[in-house]
């Protein structure tokens, strides 16, 4: 039982890292070639302002979590080599386990939203066809943000911290009957993750709704009802639940 619980949050954080989100737009790239230089030149503005306003507090929160997960990865790595006891040994290998997938995760997919301006930089603009090209660019790079921002606070991400905690806190109760390490088992990966969903910057995905909205002049299409979604958002007083349909 134990066994099967803990595969199943690694699963879960599996899915969490591969899964991409659904989207529904107005198409934002089938009329750039029709778009004048000047009109190429607002866009680009507008998009390069979007990943202006977030640049630096998206990196605070980015390099803020990535140095707390990297601590905690050392911290718990050290404290599993050490350990004189099995369950001591157990308890920091799942927690540097945990905190070395967040890190991953982190690395291979940096946050969008504190990168974005340093990306769209590399690109030249010197002439129309160089700003056309740029612009086709920077509208994907604006729809992947948006999409990142999405994903990394969809309710999955935060069912798979729950997971991890439940595992990581059943596992040290039934098996090694340590109910403080359970408690601070139930306890840590949601204290830790919470915080960092809760508090990532999410300014691209209202930005890029502006902007497919009136990206060539056309009439918005309607994107369709989006599934049942439960989020947990922050809320007068504290947190709250969220349903939508």
Known sequence: MIERTLCTAVAALLVLAIATPRAHAQDAYGCIDRLSDDQVSERLSFIE????????RGRAWYWGFWSLMAGIAVAETVIAVRDDTEVGRVDAALG??????????????????????RRLRRHAEATPEERRAK??????????????ELLLTSWFAHASAWAYSVAV???????????????????SGVFITEPRLLSQP???????????????????EAPEPPPMELSLRAAPGGLGLALSF
């Open 169 to 187: 806190g059943t596992l040290m109760l039934v098996r090694y009957d340590a109910p403080w390490r359970a408690a601070l088992g139930y306890t």
């Open 96 to 117: 540097a386990a945990g905190a070395t997938f967040v890190l991953t995760v982190l690395t291979t997919q940096p946050f969008l939203g504190a990168f974005g301006s």
């Open 202 to 220: 999410m300014a691209q995905v209202r930005d890029f709704e502006r902007y497919r909205g009136d990206t060539c002049s056309a009439p918005y």
């Open 49 to 56: 302002r979007s990943f202006a306003t977030t640049e630096r």
């Open 135 to 148: 612009l086709r660019y920077a509208t994907r790079l604006l729809e992947r943000s948006r999409d990142q």
